[in-house]
């Protein structure tokens, strides 16, 4: 049987390497995935053509700026999901008595 911690139980906080680190560690992963799926399918170059034209980029640029734009959203992903699991105790305090 799982003991529930009783009201007054209020979960220790991470240290901060720790809380980046379980956001960007991840995302990191997700983002490789993503950026292998994209590169089967599309070119950088083709799609520089469709898009900005007139912007010289290199294939290996095209790639490199399509891995950190999933970076940045599969870390705001992992932001958000950070943002909705921390516990409740630090937040949902008792309101003061009135006076």
């Known amino acids: 049987m799982s003991h529930v911690p009783g009201p007054g139980f209020d979960h220790p906080p991470r240290p901060m390497a720790q ?7 991840p995302s990191f992963f997700a983002a490789a995935v993503a950026t292998m799926v994209f590169s089967a399918f599309v070119d950088p170059l083709m799609l520089r053509d469709i898009t900005f034209p007139d912007v010289e980029i290199s294939r290996s640029l095209g790639y490199s700026i ?21 516990p409740a105790s630090r937040f949902n305090k008792a309101l003061p008595p009135d006076r």
Do not use: Q, Y
């Not at 809380?19 to 560690?25: D, E, K, Q, T």
């Not at 399509?66 to 921390?86: D, H, P, Q």
């Open 19 to 25: 809380r980046v680190g379980a956001i960007l560690w």
């Open 66 to 86: 399509a891995f950190f734009m999933f970076w940045v959203a599969t870390a705001a992903s992992s932001l958000f999901t950070w943002i909705l699991l921390r």
